[in-house]
């Protein structure tokens, strides 16, 4: 750990589920496999009243049109942790996917930080193929436009640093630009991998996810987020429901928020 580095505290916010099967979840699977859930979340940074949202999740008619359990707005419920969206400044959006970019209406004060090759993807010729756009909402990508015509948009090229203790690095794989974020925190430096991996099991049997743009990029991603991480355990997934049984609860009961700044498993030493 660098002591002269902020540490940040981050959090998680579960915000839909989806009852679906284990063998959707890997390349390489079993038929055999069983049921395995598959959770949503947005994350948060907080140091003082410096905040930092890392995606903006979907709302309750996508959830509708998609088969999503939708369980409270990823937004408007930040507002039960204390957090006004209107004090939101910087947002990170990890990848253009719907599960990531929607309800950015809900952020007016925001500048929204992505890579330039997520845009060029979201916007080019692999759109044409279904199979690639499918995990996209065409107005989610529109709405993402009018933003870089506001003035709203950063765009990235690679890594990148955002604040002190805070940078981002693009890994691909999932999506052309796929990027993850990496904070200091009072336990180390943690990794939001966000779709780099969906599952621990993703990462650490170094077993990719089946929607992919480049599978060779996202197995590379794997070895990237070990690298960045203090450890493994340091490795925060991005759809995988132990993040909510591992770390520690926070905010009002019911929240679904959980601090990822702590030690997983509630033990302070580990
Ligand atoms: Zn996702």
């Given amino acids: 750990m660098s002591a002269e580095l902020p540490c940040w505290e981050v959090f998680a916010l579960r915000y839909a589920t989806v009852a679906r099967r284990r063998l959707e979840m890997f390349i390489n699977h079993d038929l055999h ?78 500048r929204f930080h992505l890579q330039e090759r997520e845009m060029q993807y979201a916007t080019g010729r692999d759109m044409r193929q279904k199979m690639m756009r499918h995990a996209y909402c065409v107005d989610h990508v529109c709405s993402l436009v009018r933003l870089v015509f506001d003035d709203r948009v950063e765009y990235h090229d690679g890594d990148w640093a955002l604040r002190a203790g805070v940078t981002v690095h693009l890994v691909g794989g999932h999506t052309r630009g796929l990027q993850v974020v990496r904070v200091h925190t009072a336990r180390g430096w943690i990794v939001l991998a ?48 132990l993040v909510m049984s591992l770390y520690p609860r926070r905010g009002p009961p019911g929240l679904d928020l959980v601090s990822l700044s702590e030690m997983p498993g509630g033990a302070q030493d580990r």
């Fill in 33 to 110: 496999d069983g049921p395995q859930a598959m959770d949503y979340f947005v994350w948060l940074l907080r140091r003082g009243d410096d905040l930092i949202l890392v995606d903006t999740g979907f709302n309750a008619s996508m959830a509708a049109q998609r088969g999503r359990e939708f369980l409270r707005c990823p937004i408007g419920s930040l507002a039960g942790a204390g957090i006004e969206p209107q004090a939101i400044r910087d947002v990170v959006i990890t990848h253009a996917h719907y599960d990531h970019a929607g309800n950015l209406d809900l952020l007016p004060q925001a």
């Fill in 194 to 241: 966000s779709d780099a991996a969906h599952y621990l099991e993703n990462f650490s049997a170094r077993s990719p996810f089946p929607i992919v743009a480049d599978v060779g990029d996202m197995l590379r991603g794997h070895d990237r987020l070990e690298a960045l991480a203090e450890s493994p355990a340091h490795v925060v997934p991005g759809h995988d429901p």
